[in-house]
């Protein structure tokens, strides 16, 4: 850039492009949480219509974990590759179809199909997200940025669930994936139409994209159409900071994934509740993951911006929020419903901010050439604590007709979780490969 140039640049006041496509990203994870979450909703009826036992939903809920688990790192590649315009437009128009099919759905054998279906094209969303948010936001300003769509996770239930439970009770079960499955489909073509990458975004000026970049956000230097050779990709199993991090949030999802598909049943069957009060007291937990998600990425940046250390000012906020989640057993404990909901709450709380924080400091530390690629992998072990967790809940409560050490497994899974970030993660940078597929050595 020539001196008159970066004179230009220095006058211009920088345009705010980047909020628009955050707005996308928030909308667009929104629904992806809502069509991976309905179905608990639903699950109390639907079980008892379609003859379902506990051992069966836990199949059910987990078989979204089965295809979307195993489809993260190839749909990773992909994204590197073609980049994240067509790869989530696509996904988010395909697990919107399928959502809808599973108002079809009428026994064990199609349920499992459409949430398979689900899962596949679900794969895209969180990579996307992180290589978005690591091109288009400045380190200090990241963690707000991965808070906001990480809260937009839980509004889904928060606001909504009221809304699917009158679904539910005035026009079926069914009508609750009609509904989520239409307005999916609308928010995939809105993506199609107004997602652009920084370098191909005519919103944004060149002010906007020299704060990006000054700030440690990637801009327009992240490649696409690169074809990754497995010399380099194989660094990311080999990253001592990269594996506490995978370790911490397949325990992370776990509780995520027991409020998505087991909570309304938990309070239902467990706690005696109504539909109609798990309607009202089910959304609290979920407001309360929202605060979370936005506390904690906004605590993580508020202590970049403070002089803190990378590791202290992004390790506190998650190995906070991680031991909070532990709190879930107290719900062992009592039958009040109100303790109840605010031994969950204080969990999700928790689970919150754990949850945005690790997407942040992996945009932090992952390889500037890889960066798909690692939100892939990171979105895979966390997502086999996705798999994993419904089934094992399920298999549990059918065993012991019980969910007393169902919370007891989910809290041990935080602590573990706690305990990879405190002693596995070390310290926290950016992992540098070398041209000949050597990373620098990490100290």
Known sequence: MNMNAQSDVTRQKPT??????????????FINY????????????????LGLNPAMMGLIFSAFGWSYTVMQIPVSYFIDSVGPRLLYGIGLIGWSIFTSL???ANGFTSLIGCRLGLGVFEAPAFPTNSRVCTAWFPSHERGLAIGAYTGAEY?????CTPILTWLLITWGWPAIFYTTGILGVLIGAAWLAWYRDPSQHKGMNKAELEYIKEGGGLGDSIPVGKKIAWSEARHLFKSRQLWGMYIGQLANTSTLFFFMTWFPSYLVEA???TMLKVGIYGAIPFIGAIAGVLIGGKWSDWMISR???????????????????????????????????????????????????????????APRELVGLTGGVFSFAANLGGTLSPMVIGFIVNATHS???????????????????????????????????KPVLES
């Open 307 to 365: 002089g803190c250390s990378l590791s202290m000012s992004r390790k506190l906020p998650t190995i906070t929020g991680l031991l909070l989640s532990v709190m879930i057993i107290g719900a062992n404990y009592t039958d009040n419903f109100n303790i109840v909901i605010a031994f969950m709450s204080v969990a999700f709380f928790g689970q919150g901010i754990a949850s945005a924080v690790a997407w942040a400091l992996l945009s932090d530390i």
């Open 155 to 159: 509004v889904g239930l928060a606001f």
């Open 403 to 437: 969910f007393t050490s169902a919370l007891v497994f989910a809290a041990s899974l935080a602590l573990i979780g706690a305990l990879s970030y405190i002693f596995v993660v070390g310290e926290c940078k950016r992992v540098e490969i070398e041209d000949k597929g």
């Open 16 to 29: 705010k492009a980047r909020y628009f496509i955050l707005a996308l990203v928030c909308i667009a994870t």
């Open 102 to 104: 599973i108002g079809l």
């Open 271 to 273: 706690k005696g509740m």
């Open 34 to 49: 809502l069509d991976r979450s309905n179905l608990a909703v639903a699950a109390p009826v639907m079980s008892k219509q």
